[in-house]
């Protein structure tokens, strides 16, 4: 009996104490953590992360160099951009400038860079900016053509298949109240969408503009509905206007580029 109530003394003083360690270890853990609070996105990283690169703005307020101010509750409140510090952690993190494909905000992280004082970071994004200077761009080309005639209609091309998506996606198929899509026969391959000069509509079939339902009859409405677009996009005009076709919708071609 002595034994068994000595063994049983000895299991429980075991668990009080392995209770203890894993509270000591959950109270170290929670020490190492940071929550910072950038521009309003709020980020929880471990100090050491952040104290990864000596004499940094980061590495300042980790160790009391730097005093920064708090939010409501409680965490540290840091004026920039929120978006693009994930960025600014990655590199802390891994140690090298890992971007998303298409990433086109290089002199806004190069601000980042200098604001956190993280000369590394800096310096990679300079280089990328640089390869990316010397790297040739393909040019893209649009087209809007319209021959008045009855077989081909309104026609436009554009050799970045992105833009002639985000046309279909403005034009919709309203059919028995019911939002239909694009209408697929308009639609040639990825780069050309073909309009019939008279867009005929069964009863209750119309064609809309996505979002505001304004009716489209006419092929002038899409027309104008491209060319708007393709200034948004950043399109340059290459054809010279003829004054007497009167607006530019009109006009039997229109040439852009990118």
């Known amino acids: 009996e002595r ?21 000591d270890q959950g109270k170290n853990c929670k020490s190492t953590l940071m929550t910072l609070n950038v521009g309003g996105y709020l980020y929880i990283t471990q100090k050491q992360t952040l104290t990864k690169y000596p004499d940094t703005f980061l590495e300042g307020i ?22 693009l ?28 860079a200098e604001f956190f004082q993280l000369k590394g970071l800096a310096e990679e994004v300079k280089s990328r900016w640089e390869k990316e200077q010397l790297t ?3 040019t893209t080309f649009l087209e809007i053509t319209d021959n008045h005639d009855r077989s081909q209609g309104l026609r436009i091309f554009c050799n970045a298949p992105d833009f002639i998506s985000k046309i279909k996606s403005r034009i919709v198929l309203v059919s028995k ?11 040639i391959s990825s780069n050309i969408i073909q309009f019939k000069y008279f867009i005929k509509s069964e009863n209750g079939t119309r064609l809309v503009l996505k979002e505001d339902n304004t009716f489209v009859c006419t092929l002038e ?17 290459l054809t010279s206007l003829d004054c007497s076709k009167g607006s530019i919708v009109h006009s039997d071609a229109l040439h852009f580029i990118k």
């Open 3 to 23: 034994k068994i109530n000595r063994r049983e003394k000895e299991k429980e003083y075991e668990g009080k104490y392995n209770s203890l360690e894993d509270a």
């Open 62 to 83: 980790v160790n009391g160099k730097i005093l920064c101010p708090f939010d409501a509750d409680g965490h540290y409140f840091i004026d920039r951009d929120g978006l």
């Open 85 to 112: 510090f994930r960025h600014v952690l990655n590199f802390l993190r891994n140690g090298e400038l890992l971007l998303p494909e298409g990433f086109r905000e290089n002199q806004l992280l190069a601000q980042e």
């Open 136 to 138: 040739p761009r393909e």
């Open 177 to 187: 109240s019911r939002l239909d899509g694009f209408p697929e026969e308009f639609s």
């Open 221 to 237: 409405t899409l027309k104008f509905e491209a060319i708007m677009m393709a200034l948004k996009c950043g399109f340059r005009l």
